[in-house]
């Protein structure tokens, strides 16, 4: 029996890893070790600018410092106890998070699909009978079976069946598609107000009110998965406010807890009393920890004007690369949304992030040709310039498919 040491080298890591990890994920051939802000080195101490930190968990950067500290504090006091007690944390945490968002009530969990799960779950339980859900074509929910099929992307489907009966699918954005589906058995309609893996990809104006209207008038529940575009993402705390559309319930994880696990769901009070006792649980939701994460991560936020300068590096990232499209037909469009940014190309983008890495800046690629980026909303511009410089330099010696 060996038992774990100092950080190996990158080539042992990836050999552990073939013996004793399933191979569930592609993983880069790069063992890191430790991370600062926007910046992560491996093991052989290469440095990195991480303009994808922890897939969008991250949003404060590596080891935000007053986040550690919270944690440090709180793993010295209380790990965990369960939800069978109070913990003043959790109500600290679930009240801040209310008073941010639309006055709603929380339950934690510990994910994203966790909280789309008892999203469902509430879903159906306050419909009472009532239980089609309807969702959108390329949007991202989890990996759960329910919420995996809520995501309409036959590709996370396969070899899977049978999925969860009750969802139906309408292409994002259009309205009058997802105003076909409702019947009498329909309860909810789960959406992402942007959509994240499926290619941050903004909504048509109007489609959101129109969600809205569509659910005041048949009495269904509108749930926004905002696991990927809340907790200040967008330049918002969330991103329904930004299209001034609210929701009943709604879902949050990711950089929830400034890269902590943790998942939240959020509900007007009249419907999250739809969760009684028995009902739902979550073993380790809202632990002190998580919540002491949660805490100091919305408190930085605040604190250092960060939804402002998420709005301001985000309109530094689309004059760079609006830029670029002018002058490189290799990039069909730029979305931006805050510090949640897409370069659609028109070619695969597997080769730019490989380039990106090999010149030691980290990006992601998701939906086949958009390049991802959901930078730290406290890198700095200097770290943004040299980034996108990378990144430009990249896309424009692509070669032609
Ligand atoms: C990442 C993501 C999820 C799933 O979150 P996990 O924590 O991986 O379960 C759900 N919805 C959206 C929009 C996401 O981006």
């Not at 050999?15 to 080195?41: A, D, H, M, Q």
């Not at 104006?205 to 269904?220: E, N, S, T, V, Y």
């Not at 807890?257 to 939701?285: E, N, Q, W, Y």
């Amino acid at each position: 029996m060996t038992t774990a040491t100092a950080s190996l080298s990158s080539p042992d890591t990836v050999e552990l890893f073939k013996k004793y990890v399933i191979g569930n994920y592609n993983r880069y051939p790069v063992n890191l070790v430790r991370g600062e802000g926007s910046l992560v080195w491996d093991a052989e101490g290469n440095r990195y600018l991480d303009f994808f930190p922890g897939w969008g968990c991250n949003l404060l950067g590596h080891c935000p410092p007053h986040v550690v500290q919270a944690v440090q504090e709180q793993v010295a006091t209380l790990i965990h106890v369960p939800n069978t007690w109070h913990m003043d944390v959790q109500g600290q945490w679930a009240q801040m998070l209310s008073e941010r968002s639309f006055g709603g009530q929380a339950f934690f969990c510990n994910s994203g699909a966790e909280a789309n799960e008892a999203a469902i779950k509430l879903a159906r339980l306050h419909g009472q009978g009532k239980y089609k859900i309807i969702t959108f074509t390329g949007g991202f929910h989890g990996r759960t079976l329910g919420a995996l099929t809520a995501t309409a992307q036959p590709k996370y489907h396969e070899g899977l069946g049978p999925l969860v009966a009750g969802f139906l699918y309408a292409p994002y954005g259009d309205l009058g598609a997802a105003t076909k589906l409702v019947d009498d058995e329909t309860c909810a309609i789960l959406v992402e107000p942007i959509q994240g893996e499926g290619g941050v990809q903004i909504p048509p104006a109007g489609f959101l009110a129109g969600l809205r209207k569509l659910c005041d008038k048949h009495g269904l529940l509108l749930m926004f998965d905002e696991v990927q575009t809340g907790c200040g993402r967008t330049g918002h705390w969330f991103a329904y406010q930004k299209f001034g559309v609210e929701p009943d319930v709604m879902t949050l994880a990711k950089a929830l807890c400034g890269g902590i696990a943790g998942g939240a769901l959020l509900a007007r009070p009249d419907v999250g009393k739809s969760l009684r006792p028995g009902m739902h649980a979550a073993t380790f939701g809202g632990n002190p920890i998580a919540a002491r994460a949660g805490i100091a991560t919305l408190e930085v936020i605040e604190r250092e004007g960060l939804l402002e300068q998420a709005k301001l590096l985000g309109e530094r990232f689309a004059k760079k690369f609006k830029g670029l499209q002018a002058e490189c037909d290799l990039i069909r469009e730029v979305r931006v949304a805050g510090v949640m940014i897409g370069i659609e190309l028109a070619v695969d983008g597997a080769a730019v992030v490989k380039d990106c890495l090999s010149r030691k800046l980290l990006v992601n690629c998701t939906h086949g040709n958009v390049i991802r980026l959901l930078p730290a909303m406290n890198l700095t511009e200097e770290q943004a310039d040299e980034g996108c410089e990378i990144l430009a330099d990249v896309i424009r010696t692509l070669p032609r498919g």
